[in-house]
Structures are given as structure tokens and as C-alpha cells.
């Protein structure tokens, strides 16, 4: 059975030995460099796997009476991407529910479409934008003020999160949580009062973002039934962006198992569209030595199959280990001590083989985590065969990297600072900004470097937005924070977002890469990655997309060719009338480009000169130098 387009191949094979899927007629990057042909034209596929890669003459006799061949019209093929740190099952549970301003570029259409949603949503229901935006990414550069979202939905409640900061309510939705006038402030938040004493509608993490998901965790939410298609319909959009694959990173008011039940019950009956490693992430402060000790009891890394298998422990181990990443904020000093606790979770793990991943945003919590690990290694625990891997990691040190070489460890690193980059800036400098994170001196040391999104709740789960910032250095505000020094290449950055994630899961055999024998994991693009402007590779989507050989999404001219999802429940929910993703239209291609391409280069000799200036002494400009304020970042 041939698809549209398709090119006129013949049958040539009897059909027990056929491919069931062929995609011809394309720019096939295998991210292979071990393969003599790391560029092909076209893929064959069976059960599950690729069986064939070369040009359209060699893949011609794969092709039999019911193989479907798809014509990729010389658009560039890539292997599957993988997101390396997503919340992916959290996000799933209330994805429907959810109003996303991810790639909405003024907060004028965002307030549109609150009131257009308030005025659908039903009694007792709340209007949520849940993560993916920042105001920076806003023409009016704002976050939405509490007056303003009364105004939008004076009736319904309205919780609007914005980053790890805060989140902004409107009267209805403060009635609804029960916050007054005498509703103490929470340790480690804020609840702003007006002159009279009365809640004004904002809420402050500071630092700490236990208020804002506490807030959240009062609104209602779904039942087993609908929060398993709300978790389709959210693999589905992920899909639409050339995601086959991500490793979850648990969080807060993510239990186990009850959170899992969705993503379980799907990879029972063989629908999952996603390939998912999950983590266990204990939520209880002062019980995480008894339920780390649980689970290691009950099963082990590796545990599951190719579509749904545990791959450890984290991104929490204690609850007194973990720092906070509020760049609004000043650096959270953690507890003097809690390294014994700490201690205690990791010999567990390392001496009952699981592996874990730690949530560490600033040096000073990984030299003390590193500390505990170089006692551990005296005792041969470290390196020990486990995979373990620091998160985020913005502001970690050139000597911490050494250590965690020395002692088996990888990183993980997102795109945090696509949202953030400007509080990180004011606070902390363009010295450091242009390090956060070092991403080169990662590589330069040989460490496995993976990259994700760390979506939903701050950066968008659009992963063509965090190749832009690895390759460019720059956020949504199209800002350089990042010199060329600490980019990579594109294919780099792919292979952040491909191998990469595959080497944290042990699957590296088998995902990351379009070999004969691996998982046929692929994405045909809208654009050339490697060879469309660097400002578009944002605005890159998939028109196709095979994730062990089936057809998991499609668009163009591949429309209605994936698998059909149940209709949205319920029928008022955001996503049935907005999507999800907003993706604006592409850069211009005239005139715009000569003074694209000026301002490019004047923003980077001045971030050279700043950057130079504060290595050199300190400072953001060498004194007696000439400096224009009106090229200041």
C-alpha cells in the first residue's frame, strides 16, 4: 500500500521479507559518524526497526504488494529527538486542561485568549496557563497584572504561573483557594497584600516554588479516563515537534505509582507514541531513605521494554539536597549537615545498581554533593557502573567538571535561560551569563552532554526552541548571552538532543541513531536544520513522524496519515479550540536580512568587550573605554 506523496516504486520483494514502511526521496542525516554513509536518501523499515539505509536504487528491493512508501519530496530526515529532561508524565495529567501561551508573542493575544477560554469554561472549572512562556518573550515585555485577568474572567478562576517566580491570580481564583486576609505567608513564599491587608493576586516564590505548585494542586482536576487521552493528546504535540523519545525527570506532586497509571495503561495496549525512561522522585521530606528503599526492593534500572522502562532514582534524592532555581531570587543557602542524609540515599542506590539524576542548579550545591561522592568512592562506589548525571547545572565550575569526569558522572543541561537569561543577567553578570552553562567545557572534557527542555512548567516542550539556544546562544528575546565560544555546531546540538539522551538510558545500541538494527525512530522536517537560517531553526516542526516504524503524526502533506485519537474530553478544554504550540510566522527573508545580520554582529563585539572587561577585573566595562548605552544588553 503506497501513501501520498509517493514516488512510483514498484513492488520488488516478496512480501515475508519486505519492509512495511519505506521513506525515499530524502536528506537522511543517520547521526551515525561510525557509518561511511552518515547521509542517505532513503530508510527502510521492519517491525519496529531499520532494516536498510542507502539511496532510493538500494532501497528498492526492500519495497513489496503492502509496503507503504512515503515520499519525503527532498526533505531533510533526522533520527527521533530526545528530550533528556521533560515532565513528561506531569504534564500529560492536565495537558487538555491547560491554556499555553508557549510561542504567543504578546500578551495581548494571551489575555484574548484567557477571555475567549473563561467565557467556555464551566462553573467550578479553573482557566490555567501552566508554564512555557515568559514575559520576556511578550512585545509588551509584562507579566499580565491581577486587574487584568479580573477583568478577562471576572467569574471564573484564573492561576497564571510564570517561570519558578510567581504566579498571578484573579478574585475568583483567590475565593476559590481560600486566601484572606489572615492566610499566613508559607516558608519559602510570599503572598502579596495590599494596603489593606488583602491578598492582591500575586504570589512570590522566594525562593522556594512550593507555594505557586500547592496553589495549583487546588484546582480540579481529571478523571483516570480523561487524564489517559489528555497524556495522548500531549504525546501527540510533542510528536508534531520530531519527539520519539524523552526521559522523565519526576518533580514534585508526581507520586508513584498513581501519577504513572496513565503512561502504564498505555503502554499496555501498545499506545504509546513516546518512547518514556521514567524516574522516582520521593515527595515526602523526612521519608525518602524508606521509599528509596521500597522501590529498590521492587524493581531495578532497565526494568520495562523500549517504550516504557525505569531508568532510576531522582531528580530528587533528599529534600534538603535540592537548590532552587529563581534567578529573581538571590542563590538559596542550603542546610548546614543535610549531607548525611543525602549520603545515606546515594549509598543505597549505588550499592543496590540503580542509577540517579540530581537537580542542581548552582556550583556551591554540586561541590558539596561531589564531596559525598568522592567519600563513596573510596569505598569503590564511584565510578561504579551506575549511571548518574547532575540537571541543569548553570553555574557549575570548570574544576566541579573535572570531578565529575573523574568519577563516571554525566550533565544534563536545558534551556532554562531561553526564559530566564534576563533575571540571570541582572543578577549575576554578563561573565557568567556567557557561562551558564559551560556547555563547551563540558564537551571539551569528554562527558556525555544530553539536552532537554525541563518543560512544562518553565521552558516550552518545543525543542527546535532549545536548538536555537544551543546553537546560538540566544533566549526569546533574541538576546546574546552566550559567545560563540560556549555554542556548539548543529550537528552537535542534534546529537545533544539524540545519542546523547540514548547514553543516559543505556540504549545507545539501539536509539539515538538510523543504523540497520535500531529502533526506526525518525522525524522528516518542515526545514533543512542544517541548512535554514539560525533564527528559523525555532520555527522547525515535523510533517512526519515514525516512532518504531508507525506513523505517530502528520501533517502537510502527510496529513491523516498517524493513528486517530479519541475525541478531547472534556469538549470545553483548551487545547480542542487553541492547540497547544503557537508557532509564529518565519523570519522575513528580504531586506531584513542585512540588518539582521548588522545587529548581530554589534551585539557580539559588545558582548565580547563586556565579557572580556569582567574576566579581565570585574565590572561591566573596563574604565575610560567608550560605552553606548544604546548597545547595552
Known amino acids: 500500500m503506497s501513501a501520498t ?34 547521509q542517505t536518501t532513503a530508510v527502510a ?66 489575555l484574548s485568549m484567557l477571555r475567549e477560554q473563561a467565557g467556555r469554561t464551566p462553573k467550578g472549572q479553573w482557566v490555567r496557563v501552566v508554564g512555557g512562556w515568559s514575559a520576556e518573550q511578550f512585545a509588551e515585555r509584562r507579566l499580565p497584572t491581577a486587574a487584568e485577568l479580573n477583568t478577562a474572567a ?79 493528546y500531549f504525546l501527540r504535540e510533542l510528536n ?55 522501590w529498590s526492593r521492587m524493581t531495578r534500572p532497565g526494568d520495562g521494554d523500549a517504550w516504557l522502562r525505569l531508568n532510576g532514582a531522582g531528580e530528587n534524592l533528599t529534600w534538603a539536597a535540592a537548590d532552587f532555581e529563581n534567578f529573581a531570587q538571590p542563590r538559596p543557602e542550603l542546610i548546614d549537615g543535610y549531607e548525611a542524609q543525602f549520603e545515606k540515599a546515594v549509598r543505597l542506590l549505588m550499592e543496590n545498581g540503580w542509577g540517579f539524576r540530581l537537580h542542581a542548579t548552582y556550583d556551591e550545591t554540586i561541590r558539596r554533593d561531589l564531596t559525598v561522592f568522592e567519600q563513596l568512592a573510596a569505598e569503590g562506589l564511584f565510578p561504579g557502573g551506575n549511571r548518574w548525571l547532575f540537571d541543569h547545572a548553570e553555574t557549575v565550575s570548570h574544576d566541579s567538571l573535572d570531578r565529575i569526569a573523574a568519577l563516571g558522572g554525566a550533565v544534563s543541561v536545558q534551556n532554562r535561560l531561553s526564559f530566564q537569561g534576563e533575571a540571570f543577567l541582572n543578577r549575576y553578570g554578563l561573565g557568567a551569563a556567557a557561562e551558564a552553562p559551560p556547555i563547551r567545557a563540558m564537551l571539551d572534557r569528554g562527558l556525555t552532554v544530553a539536552a532537554g527542555t525541563d518543560a512544562t512548567r518553565v521552558s516550552t516542550y518545543n525543542p527546535w526552541v532549545a536548538l536555537h539556544w544551543l546553537v546560538s546562544g540566544r533566549g526569546v528575546t533574541n538576546t546574546v548571552l552566550r559567545p560563540a565560544a560556549n555554542r556548539v555546531d548543529r550537528a552537535t546540538a542534534l546529537a545533544m538532543f539524540t545519542r546523547a539522551g540514548a547514553e543516559l538510558t543505556g540504549e545507545s545500541n539501539v536509539k539515538g541513531v538510523l543504523r540497520p538494527g535500531c529502533y526506526a525512530d525518525l522525524a522528516v ?98 574604565e575610560g573605554t567608550p560605552f553606548d548605552a544604546c548597545f547595552s544588553l
Open 45 to 110: 523499515i521492519r517491525e519496529g526497526l531499520v532494516t536498510a539505509l542507502g539511496d532510493d536504487r538500494d532501497i528498492a528491493r526492500h519495497i513489496g504488494q503492502a509496503t507503504r512508501v512515503v515520499d519525503a519530496l527532498g526533505r531533510r530526515v533526522v533520527p527521533g529527538l530526545n528530550d533528556a529532561h521533560l515532565h513528561v508524565i506531569r504534564g500529560g495529567l492536565n495537558y487538555v486542561l491547560e491554556l499555553r501561551w508557549d510561542g504567543v508573542r504578546s500578551l495581548r493575544e494571551g
Open 154 to 232: 471576572p467569574d471564573t478562576p484564573v492561576f497564571v504561573l510564570h517561570l519558578y517566580q510567581s504566579a498571578v491570580l484573579n478574585r475568583a481564583a483567590l475565593r476559590a483557594v481560600g486566601y484572606g486576609r489572615d492566610t499566613p505567608d508559607p516558608k519559602g513564599g510570599q503572598i502579596v497584600r495590599g494596603r489593606d491587608g488583602e491578598p492582591t493576586g500575586m504570589l512570590l516564590a522566594a525562593p522556594s516554588a512550593l507555594l505557586l505548585y500547592s496553589t495549583l494542586a487546588r484546582a480540579p482536576s481529571l478523571d483516570p479516563g480523561a487524564r489517559r487521552t489528555s497524556t495522548r
Open 525 to 622: 522536517l518542515s526545514d533543512d536544520y542544517f541548512t535554514v537560517r539560525e533564527p528559523q531553526i525555532a520555527h522547525i516542526e515535523s510533517l512526519l513522524t515514525v516512532t518504531g516504524g508507525r506513523i505517530v503524526y502528520s501533517a502537510g502533506e502527510y496529513e491523516g496519515m498517524d493513528e486517530e485519537l479519541p475525541a478531547i474530553s472534556p469538549p470545553w478544554s483548551p487545547v480542542a479550540h487553541f492547540g497547544g504550540y503557537k508557532n509564529s510566522p518565519r523570519p522575513g527573508l528580504a531586506g531584513a536580512l542585512q540588518a539582521e545580520a548588522l545587529g548581530e554582529a554589534v551585539a557580539e563585539a559588545e558582548l565580547y568587550r563586556r565579557w572580556r572587561a569582567e574576566r579581565a577585573g570585574g565590572g561591566s566595562a573596563v
Open 240 to 294: 508534531r515537534f520530531g519527539l520519539t523519545s524523552a526521559i522523565d525527570a519526576a518533580g514534585g506532586f508526581q507520586s508513584f505509582p498513581d501519577d504513572y497509571a496513565s503512561v502504564k495503561d498505555l503502554a499496555e495496549t501498545g499506545e504509546l507514541t513516546l518512547r518514556i525512561a521514567y524516574h522516582l522522585f520521593p515527595q515526602i521530606p523526612g521519608q525518602e531513605i524508606d521509599d528509596l528503599t521500597r
Open 5 to 38: 506523496p509517493v514516488g512510483g516504486q514498484l513492488p520488488q520483494t516478496a512480501q515475508e521479507e519486505a519492509a512495511e514502511l519505506v521513506v525515499r526521496n530524502a536528506k537522511v542525516f543517520t547521526g551515525d559518524s561510525q557509518w561511511s554513509r552518515p
